[in-house]
């Protein structure tokens, strides 16, 4: 029997939302850091998250990426790198402000 694209009764749809689930708990991470006082150890971790997601991006096939698939391939990925870099520069640079525990 050729497979017409339905889901067989052996597959596993949830494997789809792992790599979004991933991503929620890296951000979900940074949150708590964020609330704990190191803002700019949440910062990173949240340019981390968004260079997980690019690189998921880049390597699962379409069927596979689940919410992490917004646009093109090539789009997502650019987008996820422009959005990690920015995020991680300002996050590294910025010093001294109200969050700042060494002030």
């Keep these: 029997m050729a497979m017409t694209g339905h889901r067989q009764r052996g597959d596993r749809p949830w494997l789809v939302h792992v790599p979004f689930a991933v991503i929620m708990l890296l951000l979900a991470a940074a949150v708590v850091r964020a609330l704990q006082y190191h803002w700019r150890e949440g910062a990173a971790l949240v340019g981390v998250a968004l260079f997980v997601a690019g690189v998921l991006r880049a390597v699962l096939p379409e069927e596979r990426v689940g919410l992490l698939a917004i646009r093109g391939k090539v789009v997502d990925i650019v987008t996820y790198g ?22």
């Excluded at 001294?96 to 525990?101: I, L, S, Y």
């Design 82 to 103: 422009a959005l990690c870099a920015a995020v991680l520069y300002i996050s590294l640079s910025i010093v001294g402000g109200p969050f700042d525990a060494s002030s």
